[in-house]
């Protein structure tokens, strides 16, 4: 079964408006951590955002927020203002907390384009 | 903080030929990864190292591949016997020592090696 589940391939956005990158995620652990990553063609994984499992409060970090959804298991990479630098490949990715479990799993992406 | 040092940025191959990349963590950080991603795919995890041990192997490493991390620093990658699935794009990522709860433990990736197999 997926882990992590992104059903958007590709989307384009016009410049200046905020967009909404999906994540759904599948997990039985009670403590885990949610991640996005950004990837430019450059190749390089940039880290974005991350959100706690027993985070109360939505993550933000500066035009990134994450809308953490925990019976829905879903967390939502919102990006306001969208500027032309955006466009890259999103990545949404999971870490679980069982003992042993050391790595990242990710999704299979969006592509962002944003149109001037 | 100088980044995670990926070498070579390409590498064309030919099918049968070895291949050996390169990575160099930032320096402080203690934990190593290793991940495999394919066009159109999130990156798979393939191993990772804290310090010099390797403490997790994906089964997506088959024999053919191995990982070394000597003394805890740098950390190189061999395929050996290249096949064209091994084409992909390789990811070198590194984290900090962290506490007890892993959770919000952050990668940092390099720019990854391209490895085409011909």
């Known amino acids: 079964a997926q882990k992590i589940t992104q059903t958007q391939p590709g989307m384009f956005v016009q410049e200046k408006e905020a967009v909404t990158l999906d994540c759904t995620y599948d997990t039985s652990d009670q403590s885990y951590g949610l991640f996005w990553y950004k990837q430019p063609s450059s190749g390089e994984m940039i880290f974005l955002i991350y959100q706690g499992s027993y985070d109360e409060q939505n993550a933000t970090e500066g035009r990134y927020s994450l809308n953490f959804q925990k019976a829905r298991k879903s967390a939502n990479l919102v990006i306001s203002a969208s500027q032309l630098g955006d466009s890259a490949m999103y990545f949404c990715a999971m870490r679980e907390t069982l003992f042993g479990n050391e790595k990242l799993t990710f999704g299979t992406g969006t592509r962002l384009t944003i149109i001037p | 903080d100088t980044g995670v040092s990926q070498n070579p940025r390409h590498k064309i191959t030919k099918r049968g030929q070895n291949v050996t990349f390169r990575c160099d963590p930032i320096s402080e950080h203690n934990r190593l990864y290793w991940y495999r991603q394919t066009l159109g795919q999130g990156p798979e995890f393939l191993t990772y190292f804290q310090n010099e041990a390797q403490l997790e192997k994906s089964r997506l490493l088959s024999d053919r591949f191995s990982a070394e991390r000597p003394k805890g620093s740098f950390s190189t990658l061999e395929i050996q016997r290249t096949e064209q699935g091994d084409s992909a794009m390789y990811l070198c990522?590194?984290?900090?020592?962290?506490?007890?709860?892993?959770?919000?433990?952050?990668?940092?990736f390099g720019s990854g090696t391209q490895l085409s197999v011909l």
């Open positions: 990522a590194s984290s900090p020592k962290l506490g007890r709860d892993r959770s919000n433990e952050k990668l940092f």
